[in-house]
């Protein structure tokens, strides 16, 4: 079954512990991208990765790190969560924006920073 | 920037059809549309790029102004199923923004029987 998936789906940290979202896609896409969503403010995006080993940042990049290594797997990592990083996350895969190709969004992961 | 959805939440009832904007204060490339559901994922609706060209599901038509920077998606005949939070993102023409996808603050349809 072609999806994304995301892990772990719920997560309860404090601050200040490094901790990694993992985000893997089997639809051998180009594209994926990260994305954090808060009550008001819909959905935006932290970084995204054109490619393997091509990342860039989105809209709201600072206090994450990310990494494509392989075209599957695109990790999101914070280094030192703190709570305002206290969110839905969304993981998601396309083949690409250019030529109108839909994105595939990930479950998401509920991250509570305490 | 941030695309400015509107309205921010509408309510029908079924059969009834509506009218959701995007504005963008930059020139576009393209602009994308999702539909959530309450504590899922969002899912593809449509994407319509400079130029004319448009893919998305049947039952669902959308229109991109490029002069005005504008996309509107319309949502006839409406369905119990169309309730959800509808997402528009807009991906800016020129210079390195490509791939870079801003999403505006969403629009809550709600369809009563």
């Known amino acids: 079954e072609a999806q994304v998936t995301q892990n772990p789906r719920y997560l309860i940290t404090v601050t200040g512990k490094k901790l990694t979202v993992t985000c893997s896609q089997n639809m051998n896409h180009e594209y994926m991208s990260w994305y954090r969503q808060d009550p008001g403010l819909g959905l935006r995006q932290i970084y995204y990765s054109m490619n393997v080993e091509v990342t860039d940042k989105g809209d709201v990049p600072e206090g994450y790190k990310v990494s494509r290594k392989e075209k599957r797997n695109f990790p999101l990592i914070l280094e030192s969560p703190s709570p305002n990083q206290t969110s839905l996350y969304f993981c998601?895969?396309?083949?690409?924006?250019?030529?109108?190709?839909?994105?595939?969004f990930g479950p998401g992961t509920r991250l509570t920073v305490l | 920037q941030q695309p400015v959805q509107s309205p921010q939440a509408v309510i029908l009832r079924e059969g009834e059809d509506a009218v959701i904007n995007c504005s963008s204060s930059k020139a576009l490339y393209s602009v994308h549309w999702y539909r959530q559901k309450h504590g899922e994922a969002p899912v593809f609706l449509m994407i319509l790029l400079k130029g004319g060209e448009q893919k998305g599901h049947e039952k669902i038509s959308a229109s991109f102004n490029e002069k005005k920077q504008q996309s509107s998606l319309y949502l006839t005949a409406s369905q119990l199923s169309y309730s959800g939070t509808y997402f528009c993102g807009t991906e800016f023409a020129g210079g390195t923004s490509y791939g870079k996808l801003t999403f505006g603050q969403g629009t809550i349809l709600t369809v009563h029987p």
């Open positions: 998601a895969s396309s083949y690409g924006l250019a030529g109108g190709n839909e994105q595939f």
